[in-house]
């Protein structure tokens, strides 16, 4: 794994009016930043004062903070769905996440992101976590439409020594998975993951062919816990900054963060040395809510929302994420647009000049340039937020409601909210009193100004802060997902306290329906079985390609 992991911030330049052109010189720069497990409560842009993220927010605020975006609960489905613009259900990549040596991937029918970008003329680098399938060359990234690739296959991995564990203790299944496009690098011992890869990017940047439009997908590593040895990593630099978090998990879960929040903040600096800023459109988001509480060896917080990650509830779907461009006709405000990950790629290639009256019919994303620049009514009314037959879950959202069914696995298991008492032990107010003033700073809003963007906006904090209250006695006791579904308002209230099932049951039968018809068009899901032919004590070591296309038909 070299160079880039999964923190799912994204620069991506959009052209507003201006967006369809011939011309590369007048196409935007896309830079996609995608955070792994990211709690909601975890950066400043939402109210949380506890660990400073003073770059993310300086772009937030000064760009357009999405309060109603919705992503995949799990690694794997939320990559395809931004890859293809489809649910994961149309792909078969629904149900859990591709581990371990399993040889199946993201379809190769599906045209992906970049392969779309490269027919406009786009040199595009993917840095950091692929997560969409390795077991035969062609599922690679530089096999599908990526120039170069530094990073890892899998979906985990130690920071510093750049293995993965496969499915457990076995040492067969234990190996290096670190990559420049195709090659195993094994120099990169002892060099942390989210600062290999930030300066990957800055050199992307910087070596970047100025003629061409420019598309960098930035998959961090961060804020996923590494190996189960040694689950949460840190800089030990980082860790001393962050002293005023008591706590020890959730100190390096903070330190962790603030090596994203830097290398966000020197990705933007090096955007604006090579004179590309103001013609570069970035989005940043998470991939699914947070690890919390423990939960898959981590401390992210997504408090008040109920749930947690790999979970249908608010806090394993709720994206955390932001768009910020000088292209953009209005920022500066937090947009209620229902957004989902599905509609990146139309979006985003609707502002690169792409004809979207060319892409498939039956793409579930939808063009949502004009609405988040414009700041007008949204076309999207609905999300189907997914549906997993090997659990027995699903769960869609229109309009203001949301309807939750889950007979087993995750959603129903971790069901509740982070216990108060264990929302003060991660998340003290009065931590924040003993902060080193100098961390909230950030080190690049000053260049907004030197773009001609307003220069007061970035001083500007607006915070999104969802606020329900302590959590009523009956929320602990009125929805048995297992046992019917459960209907939710999301505007009136977002941290899923009031089942209204009973008193909705036209409403709940309808989208019972709808959940039916979109079932009806869905494709079985592929995991398989792990195959011992790709361990890698079998392959030196690593994990590698190792299937033929010939051999799996």
């Known amino acids: 794994m070299n160079w880039i992991f999964p923190l799912m911030s994204a620069i991506i330049v959009l052209r507003s009016s201006r967006l369809v052109t011939s011309s590369p010189l007048q196409r935007p720069n896309i830079v996609f930043i995608l955070a792994d497990d990211l709690g909601w409560n975890d950066v400043g842009f939402h109210g949380s004062d506890q660990i400073p993220t003073p770059n993310l927010d300086a772009l937030a605020y000064d760009g357009v903070i999405l309060s109603n975006y919705y992503v995949q609960p799990l690694c794997?489905?939320?990559?395809?769905?931004?890859?293809?613009?489809?649910?994961?259900?149309?792909?078969?990549?629904?149900?859990?996440?591709?581990?371990?040596?399993?040889?199946?991937?993201?379809?190769?029918?599906?045209?992906?992101?970049?392969?779309?970008?490269?027919?406009?003329?786009?040199?595009?680098?993917?840095?950091?976590?692929?997560?969409?399938?390795?077991?035969?060359?062609?599922?690679?990234?530089?096999?599908?439409?990526?120039?170069?690739?530094?990073?890892?296959?899998?979906?985990?991995?130690?920071?510093?020594?750049?293995?993965?564990?496969?499915?457990?203790?076995?040492?067969?299944?234990?190996?290096?998975?670190?990559?420049?496009?195709?090659?195993?690098?094994?120099?990169?011992?002892?060099?942390?993951?989210?600062?290999?890869?930030?300066?990957?990017?800055?050199?992307?940047?910087?070596?970047?062919?100025?003629?061409?439009?420019?598309?960098?997908?930035?998959?961090?590593?961060?804020?996923?816990?590494?190996?189960?040895?040694?689950?949460?990593?840190?800089?030990?630099?980082?860790?001393?900054?962050?002293?005023?978090?008591?706590?020890?998990?959730?100190?390096?879960?903070?330190?962790?963060?603030?090596?994203?929040?830097?290398?966000?903040?020197?990705?933007?600096?090096?955007?604006?040395?090579?004179?590309?800023?103001?013609?570069?459109?970035?989005?940043?988001?998470?991939?699914?809510?947070?690890?919390?509480?423990?939960?898959?060896?981590?401390?992210?917080?997504?408090?008040?929302?109920?749930?947690?990650?790999a979970t249908l509830w608010e806090g394993g779907v709720r994206g955390t994420g932001f768009i910020w461009s000088p292209l953009l006709e209005k920022s500066g405000y937090t947009s209620k647009h229902l957004l989902h990950v599905t509609d990146w790629l139309p979006t985003l290639l609707h502002a690169a000049g792409f004809d979207t009256s060319r892409l498939p019919k039956d793409l579930d994303g939808i063009n949502q340039w004009d609405a988040i620049s414009r700041n007008t009514d949204s076309k999207r009314t609905e999300i189907m937020l997914n549906i997993d037959p090997v659990e027995n879950s699903s769960a869609i959202r229109s309009d203001d409601m949301k309807l939750v069914s889950a007979k087993s696995g995750f959603t129903r298991q971790y069901d509740g909210w982070l216990p108060l008492d264990q929302t003060s032990k991660i998340f003290h107010k009065s931590d924040s009193n003993h902060v080193n003033p100098s961390l909230y700073q950030s080190g690049i809003h000053h260049l907004f100004e030197k773009i001609g963007r307003q220069s007061e906006r970035s001083d500007v904090r607006r915070p999104l802060v969802v606020s329900c209250g302590?959590?009523?006695?009956?929320?602990?006791?009125?929805?048995?997902?297992?046992?019917?579904?459960?209907?939710?308002?999301?505007?009136?209230?977002?941290?899923?306290?009031?089942?209204?099932?009973?008193?909705?049951?036209?409403?709940?039968?309808?989208?019972?329906?709808?959940?039916?018809?979109?079932?009806?068009?869905s494709m079985p899901p592929h995991n398989t079985t792990v195959d011992d032919a790709g361990l890698p004590y079998r392959h030196d070591g690593a994990w590698v390609p190792w299937r033929t296309l010939a051999d799996s038909v």
């Open 76 to 309: 794997t489905p939320t990559r395809a769905a931004l890859m293809t613009g489809r649910y994961p259900i149309r792909v078969g990549l629904q149900h859990y996440v591709l581990y371990s040596a399993q040889p199946f991937g993201l379809l190769l029918n599906q045209t992906i992101m970049p392969q779309y970008l490269k027919t406009l003329g786009y040199d595009a680098h993917i840095v950091g976590k692929w997560h969409l399938g390795f077991f035969a060359r062609e599922y690679l990234p530089t096999h599908r439409g990526f120039d170069s690739h530094l990073g890892y296959y899998q979906g985990r991995g130690d920071y510093w020594d750049h293995t993965n564990p496969g499915d457990g203790y076995d040492q067969k299944a234990w190996g290096l998975d670190f990559h420049e496009n195709e090659d195993v690098v094994r120099t990169a011992f002892g060099q942390y993951s989210t600062e290999l890869f930030s300066q990957r990017a800055e050199e992307i940047i910087s070596r970047h062919d100025l003629s061409k439009p420019l598309y960098l997908y930035m998959a961090h590593q961060a804020v996923h816990s590494g190996n189960m040895v040694n689950p949460l990593q840190a800089p030990w630099k980082y860790v001393e900054k962050m002293s005023h978090i008591k706590d020890p998990s959730r100190r390096l879960y903070a330190a962790n963060l603030a090596v994203l929040d830097d290398s966000v903040g020197n990705l933007t600096k090096a955007l604006f040395n090579r004179g590309m800023l103001n013609n570069t459109i970035i989005i940043f988001s998470s991939d699914n809510g947070g690890a919390a509480n423990g939960f898959d060896m981590n401390d992210a917080n997504n408090w008040p929302l109920r749930g947690l990650k």
């Open 470 to 521: 302590p959590v009523p006695p009956e929320a602990l006791t009125n929805c048995k997902p297992w046992l019917k579904p459960c209907l939710y308002n999301i505007t009136a209230d977002p941290c899923e306290f009031y089942n209204l099932a009973d008193s909705r049951k036209e409403l709940v039968e309808a989208l019972e329906e709808t959940l039916k018809r979109y079932e009806k068009a």
